[in-house]
């Protein structure tokens, strides 16, 4: 995450114990290690299980950040 500027990519995390937090996992389908990625108007635009390495996630947010700003 330190590659992006907060103004171009905000992140939450969500702890799948809590009520919150199974509720968005349970909402969207996913379990434990994934991550979603939403655009600027809260639709989800893809869905990552992993574990995935850093440099993988660094590509995918590049790409996911410059699909958005087409939009």
């Known amino acids: 995450m330190s590659d992006f500027d907060e103004s171009e990519l905000q992140y939450l995390v ?3 114990k809590s009520a919150k937090g199974r509720e968005l996992a349970n909402k969207h389908q996913v379990r434990h290690v994934t991550l979603l990625l939403f655009d600027g108007n809260g639709k989800r635009q893809r869905t ?3 574990p995935n390495s850093s440099g993988y996630l660094k590509s995918v947010f590049k790409s996911h950040l410059a699909r958005s ?3």
Do not use: P, V, Y
Request: hydrophobic share 45%; no cysteine.
């Open 14 to 16: 969500a702890n799948i």
């Open 48 to 50: 990552l299980a992993g």
């Open 69 to 71: 700003s087409q939009e």
